[in-house]
T-cell receptor, first 116, second 117 residues
Framework: GQNIDQPTEMTATEGAIVQINCTYQ??????LFWYQQHAGEAPTFLSY????GLEEKGRFSSFLSRSKGYSYLLLKELQMKDSASYLC?????????????????FGKGTKLSVIP | NAGVTQTPKFQVLKTGQSMTLQCAQD?????MSWYRQDPGMGLRLIHY???????DQGEVPNGYNVSRSTTEDFPLRLLSAAPSQTSVYFC????????????????FGNGTRLTVT
């Protein structure tokens, strides 16, 4: 099975930088995704890593180390609208599933509060 | 382009009733899945499908059935609703990029908020 851990809550100041960590244990790893979810809304895609290293998209960056089972999401120049939950999700191929099947398993999410 | 459409948005059921949550996507995505989201539990996978005629169980499949007769539709059936099934249900789809290992994120519907009394 999968085990994905991320902090439950974080608080940061507007304009600052915050790093949200995610650790995972899985077999058949095939990529790690970060999603943003505002309260009462559906998750929306932020970033994807399948190889080690840093992926940068504007104010958001995501890092992956497959050997350590570790990823982080870095948010720069925080804005009030960044207050949301951030979900780490790992894609893998379950050993006993149907041919070619793969699934995306989510961590419990990190609720980020941005304060003035 | 509507994306992923879920109906209904809200539903209240009595224990023992049955119902079907509808999910349709117009992006020709091969992969579709159902999640439930509960406070403190995050998103948990119920069932998923990598194409028409193929379904598989996720982490929490008990009490739910699915079928995939077309690429577009992936309904979730509750045969006998229980209070433990009170939750927000999300349907999501993506391209099947196994051959190319291309970035293919899940696209989520807006969710169905189900209460079982």
């Amino acid at each position: 099975g999968q085990n994905i851990d991320q902090p439950t809550e974080m608080t940061a100041t507007e304009g600052a930088i915050v790093q949200i960590n995610c650790t995972y244990q899985t077999s058949g790893f095939n990529g790690l995704f970060w999603y943003q979810q505002h309260a009462g809304e559906a998750p929306t895609f932020l970033s994807y890593n399948v190889l080690d290293g840093l992926e940068e998209k504007g104010r958001f960056s995501s890092f992956l180390s497959r050997s350590k089972g570790y990823s982080y999401l870095l948010l720069k120049e925080l804005q009030m609208k960044d207050s949301a939950s951030y979900l780490c999700a790992v894609r893998d191929y379950p050993p006993n599933s149907g041919a070619g099947s793969y699934q995306l398993t989510f961590g419990k999410g990190t609720k980020l509060s941005v304060i003035p | 382009n509507a994306g992923v459409t879920q109906t209904p948005k809200f539903q209240v059921l009595k224990t023992g009733q049955s119902m079907t949550l509808q999910c349709a996507q117009d992006m020709n995505h091969e992969y579709m899945s159902w999640y439930r989201q509960d406070p403190g539990m995050g998103l948990r996978l119920i069932h998923y499908s990598v194409g028409a005629g193929i379904t598989d169980q996720g982490e929490v499949p008990n009490g739910y059935n699915v079928s995939r007769s077309t690429t577009e539709d992936f309904p979730l059936r509750l045969l006998s609703a229980a209070p433990s099934q009170t939750s927000v249900y999300f349907c999501a789809s993506s391209r099947d990029d196994r051959a190319t290992s291309y970035n293919s994120p899940l696209h989520f519907g807006n969710g169905t908020r189900l209460t079982v009394t």
